[in-house]
């Protein structure tokens, strides 16, 4: 399958800017998605971003999208406690029956 | 409602032991899917489901076997469990063609030693 990558952790003062990347192979993806998951729960959609689009903002969190170099970022502003959680990236395949997920990026705040 | 639920939450099982892990949701979702998640690989899909009485492999599938003889319901099966498949399971169940929005059982942490 695919490979979807992240690097695995990021730790960060609360009040400072948080950014995940994740660089993903398949440059036909219509969407990419990132999820949230928190200590002992399953993902949440968070967020997406259509592929025609360079960037999306939604309250705290901004995606910004790079085809040319597959590249996918989640920023996070004003970092909270509350954001510590594994975020990952994905991307559709099997013609949207099925998602493949990046390896995840455990975010730490540190109060 | 209850969403997706996964039975048992913890288990510890013994090389060679077989067990099912459940899964059930009522959102009458077409899809579901099993997944395990190893730290620093993510999740990977091990079997889904796009109907009742049907099942595709996905990513990981050797050793788990699925059934889906419910809408409702979809069955994970280990029939000789190996330190290997010690990993946190999750379950999810989508609309079709839906998986990126996908909702999420709680997961089950499975142990074999």
């Known amino acids: 399958g695919e490979d979807v990558e992240q690097s695995l952790f990021l730790s960060v003062r609360e009040g400072d800017s948080s950014v995940i990347n994740c660089t993903y192979t398949?440059?036909?993806?219509?969407?990419l998605y990132w999820y949230k998951q928190e200590p002992g729960a399953g993902l949440q959609l968070l967020t997406y971003?259509?592929?025609?689009?360079d960037m999306k903002q939604d309250q705290r969190l901004t995606v910004l999208l790079n085809k040319k170099d597959k590249h996918l970022s989640l920023r996070i502003a004003d970092t909270q406690t509350g954001d510590s959680a594994i975020y990952f990236c994905?991307?559709?395949?099997?013609?949207?029956?099925?998602?493949?997920f990046g390896t995840g990026t455990k975010l730490q705040v540190i109060p | 409602n209850a969403g997706v639920t996964q039975t048992p939450k913890f288990r510890v099982l013994k090389t060679g032991q077989s067990m099912t892990l459940l899964c059930a949701q009522d959102m009458n979702h077409e899809y579901m899917y099993w997944y395990r998640q190893d730290p620093g690989m993510g999740l990977r899909l091990i079997h889904y489901?796009?109907?009742?009485?049907?099942?595709a492999k996905g990513e990981v599938p050797d050793g788990y076997n699925v059934s889906r003889l419910k809408k409702q319901n979809f069955l994970l099966g280990l029939e000789s469990a190996a330190p290997s498949q010690t990993s946190v399971y999750f379950c999810a169940s989508s609309y079709p063609g839906a998986a990126a929005e996908a909702f999420f059982g709680q997961g089950t942490r499975l142990t074999v030693v």
């Open positions: 994905a991307e559709p395949s099997g013609g949207y029956q099925k998602v493949t």
């Open positions: 971003i259509f592929s025609n689009m």
């Open positions: 489901s796009v109907g009742e009485g049907t099942t």
């Open positions: 398949d440059s036909s993806s219509t969407y």
